[in-house]
């Protein structure tokens, strides 16, 4: 069975700084991965996705992740954290068995603070 | 592009009072949509997953004679949260996907916050 583990339920940094949210994985066949954002009250704004090509996905507002399948991870950085990017942010792997629809594992989220 | 759009974004109303929620993707057409539920401070929870013209299905726990979901065109899905108690009180997300690959991403309402007084 797929999981999703995200290292850290909250992370703080500086505005300006670099911003690293931890994501692993637990599949036993090639994932489909994504990082999804969701801001308060609102539903999830997809970030990136990994779906087997390039292992350096760039995605928006200046985010991106490496998928590392020696490391099982996928986490997602930022050179510089702005304060617009404090929000809630959640990886999830797209479940593969045959006959599946293809649902999503999310992981537990992780709050990102920005301090100014 | 991929606009969900979700109403209501909020429902305030009393116990037993049923509720149907609505889930329309905007500029495609979803095969698969997904409802989800979120406490607070917690991530989503999967409710059930519905196609178009087939009935939902349902994960374990989830009552679907509680839980209606109608998948009755391409653009649009309920659900109908029937004889609303207090504890059925959360948010709820809606998601459509484009295509039948699990390749492709959800793409995400902004969610209804009900409230059951």
Known sequence: AQSVTQLGSHVSVSEGALVLLRCNYSSSVPPYLFWYVQYPNQGLQLLLKYTSAATLVKGINGFEAEFKKSETSFHLTKPSAHMSDAAEYFCAVSELRSGNTGKLIFGQGTTLQVKP | ?117
């Open chain 2, 1 to 117: 592009g991929a606009v969900v759009s979700q109403h209501p974004s909020w429902v305030i109303c009393k116990s037993g009072t049923s509720v149907k929620i609505e889930c329309r993707s905007l500029d495609f057409q979803a095969t698969t949509m997904f409802w989800y539920r979120q406490f607070p401070k917690q991530s989503l929870m999967l409710m059930a997953t519905s196609n178009e013209g087939s009935k939902a299905t349902y994960e374990q726990g989830v009552e679907k004679d509680k839980f209606l979901i109608n998948h009755a065109s391409l653009t649009l899905s309920t659900l109908t949260v029937t004889s609303a108690h207090p504890e059925d009180s959360s948010f709820y997300i809606c998601s459509a996907r484009q295509g039948a690959s699990s390749n492709q991403p959800q793409h995400f309402g902004d969610g209804t916050r009900l409230s059951i007084l």
